[in-house]
């Protein structure tokens, strides 16, 4: 294998590329290939945690999130652009609180480059004046992918790698919305939560004619250290196929694999109002899981004020995520934010990921601008120090196509106060069923309605002809010292066949 270095702008600019390719700690991969990285993890975890981040200048930490913004990439410095090939790179400028730091290093086959940080990538305001102390020790704060997904004469996002472990994708048609990250340690739980962060990234010269790139990573942090392979296929649904190892330094007893990070401030369901010109603000509005049995699941998503984790207990399962299932521009009211082309994240696991759970961690927010929602998968057995682990799965980015489960769906959920009952509340669903329809004065369906420590009463269904939806409405009255209520609805036919997937429901009275 081949290292070099890309020179983009003064002789002056080695010291930084020398840095850049020995990592600081004097440990290279044997080959930029995922056995490559493998290994170099396999070695940074037999070596205490040392925070691979150098100092960076006062001027560039006081930057604030306006004046990042006023520094743009220069396009005209993309990778493979004088190439004219498909896929294209830019740049995260550092600064503010872009405090990650990465590395970052072209493979064309046995030859690895390494691309050191420079001025000459970025456009910077002609009122702002910097001096080569500014840049002292500074790196990339992340990259970006761009590819014609939308026009084939024009480039656009289609994934962004930035912070820790985060990655943004969008698929044809949306806007960035939700996040993915490679792991996730101790979150949602009252031990403090640990981000394992990239430090080092090796990007693939793509074909001339090639539909998928592929890039791989190294991660640390203090307990352990992961090597991450991704392979992406942008398009209408956009995959994202993930393979990453793990090697702990340390007993790891709640790790997440593959989590998704979303915003929920409120919507249909939410019994917290704000004052919001907007009926609804979120990125996501449930949880989907298909578990290893088959059955699909909805979980809304909800803000109550209050911090809540709930764990679906599964073996093998099939697929969870985070979807935006309500697309129309009308409940959101924001052509700005543009809610309604948010995408939505379908993990689907390869092999056989054992028995665990599917997290959901819902923190309370009073705002738009803070992620408060968490889905990931967490092994039932801790991850033992000396030790490695290892999944792969694929996340399909897209809209309401991504992974709609093949029976009934809940499209909408709402619940209000029942007058003169403090602790009772009415719930009303829709569910769409295509092809299943009231036959003649009768109902050919009917719900099946169960509460986890409260009392159902009145549930009723009926036929919804605007939105050719089934209507399911009931009402239930927590029991004395219940602090939530499990609910759980699924519809099915007069010969007792399942037709939807289950509704399942924290309420807090």
């Known amino acids: 294998m081949r290292v070099s270095v890309v020179l983009v702008a003064l002789a002056a600019m080695w010291g930084a590329a020398a840095k850049a390719e020995d990592a600081g700690d004097g440990l290279r991969p044997s080959s930029p290939d995922f056995a490559g990285i493998k290994a170099l993890a396999r070695q940074l975890a037999s070596r205490p945690y040392v925070d691979h981040r150098q100092p960076v200048s006062p001027r560039l930490l ?25 896929f294209q790179m830019q740049f995260v400028h550092p600064g503010g609180d872009r405090k990650d730091q990465i590395d970052v290093n072209l493979v064309d086959g046995d030859e690895v480059t390494a691309v050191p940080f420079s001025r000459e990538f970025f456009n910077y305001d002609a009122n702002s004046r910097y001096n080569w102390a500014d840049f002292r020790n500074a790196k990339f704060g992340g990259f970006r992918v761009l590819y014609p997904i939308n026009r084939n004469d024009k480039l656009d996002e289609v994934i962004v790698f930035q912070g820790a472990s985060y990655f943004r994708v969008v698929p044809a048609a949306h806007v960035y919305g939700l996040s993915a990250r490679v792991l996730a340690v101790n979150c949602g739980v009252e031990e403090t939560e640990e981000f394992p962060r990239f430090r080092e990234f090796w990007v693939d010269r793509p074909d001339r004619e090639g539909q998928t790139l592929k890039i791989r990573g190294v991660l640390d942090s203090e307990s352990l250290v992961g090597a991450a392979e991704f392979t992406i296929e942008p398009g209408a649904e956009t995959v994202t196929r993930v393979s990453v190892a793990i090697y702990p330094r340390v007993d790891v007893h709640r790790v997440g694999i593959a989590p998704l990070t979303s915003m929920y401030w409120f919507g249909k369901n939410t019994q917290l109002r704000f004052d919001d010109v907007r009926p609804e603000v979120h990125d996501s509005d449930g949880m989907q899981i298909q578990t290893g049995a088959g059955d699909w699941l909805w979980r809304p998503l909800d ?81 033992k120090a000396g030790e490695s682990a290892e999944y792969s799965y694929d996340i399909a980015w897209g809209g309401q196509k991504a992974e709609l489960p093949p029976v009934g769906r809940v499209v909408s959920t709402r619940s209000g106060a029942i007058p003169g009952q403090m602790r009772a509340r009415r719930f009303v669903l829709d569910v769409a069923c295509p092809g299943l329809e009231p036959q003649g004065s009768g109902f050919n369906v009917e719900p099946v309605v169960f509460a986890a420590r409260g009392r159902i009463a009145n549930p009723g269904i009926g036929y919804h002809a605007p939105q050719r939806t089934w209507r399911v409405s009931f009402d239930v009255a927590a029991e004395e010292g219940a602090e939530t209520v499990e609910l759980r609805v699924r519809l099915r036919k007069e010969g007792g066949d399942v037709c939807s997937e289950t509704w399942t429901y924290c309420w807090t009275p």
């Open 303 to 383: 803000n109550t004020g209050r911090l809540r984790t709930s764990a679906f207990v599964d073996k093998g399962p099939k697929g969870f995520g985070l979807f935006q299932r309500e697309t129309d521009p009308m409940c959101y009211q924001d052509s700005h934010a543009q809610y309604h082309r948010r995408p939505s994240a379908w993990i689907r696991p390869v092999g056989d990921w054992g028995t665990g759970s599917v997290r959901l961690v819902e923190i309370p927010t009073d705002a738009e601008f803070h992620d408060n929602i968490v889905a990931f998968w967490e092994p039932a057995q801790p991850l």
């Open 62 to 86: 006081e930057l604030s999130y306006d004046q990042l913004n006023q520094i743009t990439f220069n396009d005209n410095k993309s990778v493979w652009r004088r190439e004219r090939l498909p």
